[in-house]
């Protein structure tokens, strides 16, 4: 038995020596050899992705899209709708005002969080008008922009924002 135990342990070692295993663009794979010339990194892109084009302009941005996941926002939306009408009822009232502009800051927070950062964008944006001094609004304004331009992309302008993602209850 120990014996049988040592064969199988050697032959593994063997079969599992120094020698490197690529994988060819075609799928198949081969042992590697010393003489074969290194591969770039494009080489190693998915099949799915396209190597970047020697082309683009450098510096320009991509259009933004919407994205995330859906959440449910009908409690939100409630309280945007109860803001608004009571801002409609007295558009002077600066405690109107400040409660809608909650009621836009807890929505587009939420959205934040479900990674929906072209909705939130627009929330945050309405809250900052009804509330100029809604530090948090102008801060997750600026955050967001920062995640744009970190995955070069152009953020919607104001008034193009999007509505939440349909979100389909089960």
Request: proline share 6%; glycine share 6%; with cysteine.
């Amino acid at each position: 038995m120990k014996l049988l135990t040592v064969t199988i342990f050697c032959a593994f070692s063997l079969a599992c020596g120094s020698a490197a295993t690529q994988v060819q663009p075609n799928g198949n794979s081969r042992v590697a050899d010393s003489s074969a010339t290194p591969q770039s990194v494009i080489a190693h892109a998915s099949e799915n992705e396209k190597p970047t084009s020697t082309s683009a302009v450098p510096g320009e941005k991509k259009k933004w899209t919407q994205s995330g996941d859906p959440i449910d926002t009908a409690e939100f939306d409630a309280a945007v709708a109860a803001g608004e009408k009571a801002l409609a009822a007295k558009p002077t009232d600066g405690a109107a005002k400040k409660k809608l502009a909650e009621a836009y800051y807890n929505r587009g927070f939420a959205l934040t969080e479900a990674r929906q950062y072209a909705s939130a964008l627009g929330d945050y944006r309405r809250a900052l008008k009804q509330d100029p001094a809604n530090a948090e609004s102008k801060s997750w304004i600026d955050k967001i922009i920062v995640i744009y331009d970190s995955i070069n992309k152009d953020y919607p302008k104001e008034g193009e924002e999007p509505p939440a993602l349909p979100f389909a209850k089960k």
